[in-house]
């Protein structure tokens, strides 16, 4: 509701009435609806309705630009009109150019007011327009003569009328008067109006013609005579004038031409000023002869100035806009006929532009002045847009870091400056190690924040030249380039890059209150030395980092051709893994851990071995990896765990005893949801007791699979099953995870063993975990212990389990059984005291 009578009114006791009030009252009651009317000034009213706080605006006229917003209904309620209004003091003016130097006032956002401001615009006539937000303060205004004019609806004029009012013959753009809604909110409230207005409009006994007879009498009396039928009565009046005075005519006939030649120049001004774009011009005398409104507007020229402006004090104004006045000195000499081409200019406030620019000579006929007439179509947006799709294009829309596309783009590039310069460059290939599971276990949200974070952290690492660009899913290259011609010295750069940037990503990750760890395996090429197009230098960097997986992952690898081989064997064993499952071709290996300095036997990891009917014996470490990304080691880790259970049971049956038996589990079998209900099954098969079975995980497995690791843990802890960590030392492990895990052995890696005694770091650490293990209650065992020295060293610093090659290789069963198995008197360590394998196997159970 704004006051504006009589359509609508805002009476002195605050209520409503006025024609279009009491319709909808009208309607309201047909159609049981209940009206809560909103007082509002109009600048307010299609806001309000945009914000959801009114539902429908009841008097309002069409336009394209509010129909973006708005939705109206079909049939119009009433027609109305602009209308000028004057002081009665005022001379009437006659037509619009009477307004020309006048003040008036228009309502903000009223399509009457800026229409006319449009009609005065195009007619070049000179208005001073002043808003006002209501129709009372327009006419208090136009009484007080603070204004000349006041132009609105004709409709909501006659509201108004007093002594001080009248209206001028100046009408124009008659609309149909409309209701609205926000768009898209209420079709069914504008089809409902559109139903009565139909019914009611040609009904003299409805509310309508009620309504109009009680409140719009007063304005069907009073239409005005249409403006086109004055028009055509004065051509006519005209037409008759000129035949009577024929021969003053032909005595102004130089009069008439040079008033056309005017106005055919106003309309051509007209026309250059409507163009959206840049026009202007200048002469050989660096004077600007000609600009448009949107060239004055960016070279913040005066208009109101109608001399000739130096282009010197222009570029003063507008110091960037400089090179819009380039190669005119080619123009002005014919040294070309035309110029065209796109440019980055700054206007006057210093906003950036793009322009389509175009440029011609030109020679007025009255002037011996040579000229150049410029023309530039403002492209900014569209480029803008342009630039946008492409950078899309170039991107990856995650991390915002180049794709493969522009990668591809850049190393094709730097081929060529390698060939041209002589330098090298170096292709990084990361790929995170498991990365897949994050995205499984704390989902893709997660996953991607890890993505985004990881990419950070590469390009911290990295020159500024350099790009770091995603490749897939979990997989991103570094691209260095402009690196040493002597490849050597390429390659030591490349791997000190490798290096910080695998410690950069295996630093811990924080997400929603998740703590994370991964690493990554990095496949390096250097160019042009190993590889000679795009696509070799990707394969090969690709090879490399498969082969730097295969060797235990969170390392690097420089390409070699030997890699090429290793791949393609690759390839063979994955074949040949399937039919080696099939085939019953895996066979099991002991390997005795031994206790304390009497050496006693007390358990045996399992060691797996593929017997290949043509190579012989192939090593884990060559098929596991392969297994492992398959998933075939899900059957062959079941294979493994059923041969053990079986065997103890065996023994157990046979001898009576049975050492315990380590197996080990990997990454991919911890993931597996059928792990613990696997081994409970088994364990009820074969009725062997669970302490005899102690799973090794690896430390890196453990910080990888997180809290998932942990439950699964806890699960075949409950089973009654011992758990010990594997290659412990070489992970990120803090003490505080390792207290939450349910261990019962720490397994110090071979890596460390192998450099003691002597090796100041190694013995650090060797020291370290066993201090550590004695603190927390676990049980340590040294592997890979090979010399007498290396056994006395961990012996002095309280090791007293041990595995490796001074004692025993791995075993076959048969072998294992002639030595461990023959004698029934041998001791073991139990509860730190030595007693017989009968024993032990008693006590354990009972325990």
């Known amino acids: 509701m704004f006051h504006a009578p009589p359509i609508m009114e805002v009476n002195p006791d605050g209520s409503y009435s006025g024609f279009m009030v009491e319709l909808l009252d009208e309607l309201a009651k047909l159609e049981h609806w209940e009206l809560e009317w909103v007082r509002l000034y109009w600048p307010e009213v299609i806001p309000a309705a945009l914000n959801n706080?009114?539902?429908?605006?009841?008097?309002?006229?069409?336009?394209?630009?509010?129909?973006?917003?708005?939705?109206?209904?079909?049939?119009?309620?009433l027609t109305g009109w602009g209308q000028v209004f004057v002081h009665r003091s005022e001379e009437t003016p006659k037509n619009i150019l009477g307004l020309s130097g006048k003040t008036i006032a228009i309502i903000k956002n009223e399509i009457y007011g800026e229409k006319l401001a449009g009609l005065c615009e195009l007619f070049i006539i000179e208005c001073n327009f002043i808003e006002v937000s209501t129709?009372?303060?327009?006419?208090?205004?136009?009484q007080s003569r603070k204004v000349s004019a006041f132009v609105t609806s004709n409709l909501v004029s006659y509201g108004y009328s007093n002594n001080f009012v009248k209206k001028t013959p100046i009408a124009f753009e008659p609309r149909k008067v409309l209701f609205?809604?926000?768009k898209n909110t209420n079709a069914s409230l504008l089809k409902t109006i559109d139903h009565y207005t139909k019914l009611w409009r040609y009904d003299k006994e409805s509310p309508y013609f009620a309504l109009k007879q009680k409140y719009l009498s007063e304005i069907e009396q009073d239409q005005p005579i249409p403006p086109w039928v004055i028009y055509v009565l004065l051509a006519v009046l005209g037409l008759l004038l000129m035949l009577a005075l024929i021969s003053l005519l032909l005595r102004q006939q130089v009069k008439i031409k040079t008033q056309h030649i005017e106005e055919q120049s106003d309309k051509i001004r007209q026309i250059i000023n409507l163009v959206p774009h840049m026009i202007f011009a200048t002469n050989a005398n660096g004077k600007l002869i000609l600009a448009n409104r949107y060239a004055s507007k960016f070279f913040g020229i005066d208009r109101s100035n109608k001399k000739h402006h130096d282009k010197k004090d222009i570029l003063e104004k507008a110091q960037k806009a400089a090179n819009l006045f380039d190669d005119e000195e080619l123009l002005l000499r014919r040294d070309a006929h035309a110029l065209q081409k796109e440019i980055e200019t700054y206007n006057v406030d210093d906003e950036k532009f793009v322009l389509n620019v175009s440029k011609v000579p030109f020679i007025a006929r009255y002037s011996r002045t040579p000229s150049v007439v410029t023309v530039g179509v403002d492209i900014t947006e569209s480029k803008a847009y342009e630039n946008q799709i492409k950078h899309m294009a170039q991107h990856d829309l995650l991390t915002g870091l180049p794709n493969k596309l522009l990668l591809n783009d850049r190393l094709e590039q730097s081929l060529v400056l390698t060939k041209s310069y002589g330098h090298s460059g170096a292709v990084l290939f990361i790929d995170l190690d498991y990365f897949k599971n994050i995205n499984d276990s704390l989902g893709h949200a997660i996953g991607d924040e890890l993505l985004k974070e990881v990419a950070r952290r590469i390009k911290s690492q990295v020159r500024e030249g350099d790009t770091v660009a995603r490749h897939s899913g979990d997989e991103f290259i570094v691209h260095l380039n402009h690196l040493s011609g002597h490849p050597s010295k390429a390659e030591s750069f490349a791997k000190n890059i490798a290096e910080a940037i695998n410690f950069a990503i295996a630093q811990e990750y924080e997400f929603e209150g998740n703590k994370l760890f991964t690493t990554a395996s990095i496949g390096i090429v250097i160019y042009p030395s190993s590889a000679k197009t795009v696509e070799?230098?990707?394969?090969?960097?690709?090879?490399?980092?498969?082969?730097?997986?295969?060797?235990?992952?969170?390392?690097?690898?420089?390409?070699?051709?030997?890699?090429?081989?290793?791949v393609v064997?690759?390839?063979?064993?994955?074949?040949?893994?399937?039919?080696?499952?099939?085939?019953?071709r895996f066979i099991l290996r002991f390997q005795p851990q031994i206790a304390d300095d009497d050496y006693k036997c007390i358990g045996a990891e399992a060691l797996l071995r593929w017997s290949h009917p043509t190579e012989g014996i192939v090593s884990p470490t060559e098929f596991i990896p392969i297994a492992e990304q398959n998933h075939l080691i899900i059957p062959i880790g079941e294979w493994v765990l059923k041969q053990v259970c079986h065997q103890i049971k065996y023994w157990l049956e046979t001898y009576g005893y049975s050492p315990f038996i380590t197996v080990n589990l990997s990454a991919v079998q911890i993931r597996n949801s059928d792990l613990v209900h696997y081994i409970e099954k088994l364990l009820e098969q074969t009725q062997i007791p669970p302490h005899l079975l102690e799973l090794e995980i690896t430390e890196t497995v453990l910080l990888h699979e997180g809290r998932a690791s942990i439950e699964v843990l806890n699960q075949l802890r409950n089973l009654g099953l011992k758990l010990s960590i594997d290659d412990?030392?070489?992970?990120?492990?803090?003490?505080?995870?390792?207290?939450?895990?349910?261990?019962?052995?720490?397994?110090?890696?071979?890596?460390?063993?192998?450099?003691i005694p002597g090796d100041p770091d190694s013995e650090t650490i060797i020291n370290t975990i066993i201090n550590m293990s004695h603190d927390m209650g676990l049980e340590v065992i040294a592997e890979g212990v090979e010399t007498k020295e290396q056994l006395n060293y961990l012996l002095a610093e309280q090791c007293c389990l041990f595995q490796g090659f001074y004692f025993d290789p791995p075993l076959s069963l048969k072998q294992f059984e002639t030595k461990y198995f023959d004698n029934l008197h041998h001791s073991v360590l139990f509860d730190n005291k030595v007693v017989s394998l009968k024993e032990y196997s008693k006590k354990a159970k009972k325990h």
Not at 66 to 73: E, G, H, I, P, V
Not at 549 to 565: D, L, P, W
Not at 569 to 584: D, F, G, I, T, Y
Request: hydrophobic share 40%; net charge neutral.
């Open 569 to 584: 064997r690759r390839q063979v064993l994955e074949s040949e893994l399937h039919k080696a499952l099939q085939e019953s």
């Open 180 to 182: 609205a809604t926000a």
């Open 135 to 142: 129709y009372e303060e327009a006419f208090e205004l136009l």
């Open 536 to 566: 070799s230098i990707i394969k090969r960097a690709e090879t490399a980092m498969y082969y730097a997986e295969s060797m235990g992952r969170n390392r690097y690898a420089v390409f070699t051709r030997a890699m090429e081989k290793a």
């Open 728 to 755: 412990f030392g070489t992970g990120y492990s803090s003490l505080n995870y390792l207290k939450r895990l349910p261990l019962d052995k720490l397994k110090i890696d071979r890596s460390f063993v192998k450099d």
């Open 53 to 77: 706080q009114i539902d429908l605006i009841p008097f309002i006229s069409y336009s394209e630009e509010r129909a973006k917003y708005l939705d109206y209904n079909d049939i119009g309620i």
